[in-house]
């Protein structure tokens, strides 16, 4: 029953969205659909090995976005964003709470001093790893950039975002919302990045309270392009308090580069290293990847890529002290 009312409620809402966007010229409509097959071993503590579709995206996670905007004048306008994300085997949404915005849902306003954003949306910690992975934040299920951002999206965020020549500057703030506890699961990052030429390099600090537990993370990374090539490099630190007084820790340490070997083929490569400590046993995740794309047009295009990941303590599976996958499909922008 709950399945046929959050049905029933996207099909009205994305109704009255489209109707919205061929009325006014501030809306858009757009997302993602990707396809593609992974083979991968030692998937269990048996040694087994997996072949399965992507069906949430392999390469880019799917999307159905509705994004648009009020020019209010004197270079004032309000803008917002909605978007869902969906599974391409069944159609149902990718997420196990069934949210219907899973992955944005806000509203802000912007000007020349900049914007503010108020609602579901990534977060600062996100946008500064992705700015300098390898792979541009592409196999999200795969590379581990993304298990260390102090959560790539929080709820009820406020977010303000501004350009001063080559810096950004960013901070957030999300309250807990918890009666008679205002710190309790509350959220508040920092962040900096220049972008000047071939050169980009950023950082961020986020600290959470996580149900009374502290949670400190912070990354920095850096990019610099010549030619054909592209050099990116980055490192992440989460640390959170527990009840035990030992510290939960994740550590990401990552470089690599990619290349336009032709006006439609980027090949990357990249080496992702992962330490984790909890509750004092530690594991650690090496992995090696590479990549290929090939556009077939500005929004479609083919990828493939081979993966070897060497597992140690904690993080091995069973018995199991490697993995290797194969992944390939087709990814559509609309």
């Known amino acids: 029953m709950k399945k046929h009312i959050l049905a029933l409620a996207a099909t009205t809402i994305m109704a009255a969205l ?55 004048g004197d270079g004032m306008k309000v803008h917002f964003k909605l978007e869902s994300g969906f599974n ?29 954003n108020f609602g579901h949306q ?43 020549g080559a810096y950004k500057v960013r901070a957030e703030y999300a309250p807990g919302e918890k009666a008679g506890n205002a710190g309790t699961n509350t959220a508040k990052a920092v962040g900096l990045a220049y972008a000047q030429g071939p050169l980009n390099w950023g950082g961020a600090y986020s600290s959470r309270d996580v149900e009374g537990f502290a949670d400190r993370h912070y ?14 490099a980055g490192y992440m630190a989460d640390k959170l308090a527990t009840a035990s007084g030992a510290d939960n820790t994740t550590k990401n340490a990552w470089g690599g580069v990619s290349f336009d070997v032709a006006p ?30 090939h556009y077939l047009s500005k929004r479609t ?3 493939a890529d081979i993966d070897y990941a060497k597992l140690s303590g904690s993080s091995r599976i069973g018995s199991q002290t490697s993995q290797t996958g194969v992944s390939m499909g087709i990814d559509h922008l609309f």
């Open 122 to 164: 990534y977060t600062i910690a996100f946008f500064t790893a992705n700015d300098y992975d390898p792979f541009n934040y592409k196999y999200a299920y795969i590379i581990p950039v993304s298990a260390a951002t102090a959560g790539g999206r929080y709820d009820n965020n406020i977010q303000y975002t501004g350009s001063f």
């Open 301 to 303: 295009n083919l990828y």
């Open 88 to 116: 391409t085997g069944t159609g149902a949404l990718d997420n196990a709470g069934g949210r219907l915005f899973n992955r944005s849902s806000w509203v802000g306003v912007s000007g020349k001093w900049g914007q503010i």
């Open 18 to 72: 489209a109707g919205a966007a061929q009325a006014q010229s501030g809306v858009t409509i757009y997302g993602s659909i990707d396809g593609g097959l992974r083979h991968q071993t030692n998937v269990n503590a048996a040694g087994d090995s997996k072949l399965s579709v992507g069906s949430n995206g392999q390469y880019y996670p799917n999307r159905l976005g509705f994004i648009g905007s009020e020019d209010l």
């Open 219 to 232: 990354t920095v990374g850096a990019a610099y392009k010549f030619g054909a090539a592209r050099v990116a």
């Open 264 to 293: 439609q083929t980027v090949i990357s490569a990249a080496y992702y290293q992962t330490k984790t400590s909890v509750a004092r046993i530690a594991g650690a995740r090496k992995l090696f990847m590479v990549g290929a794309v």
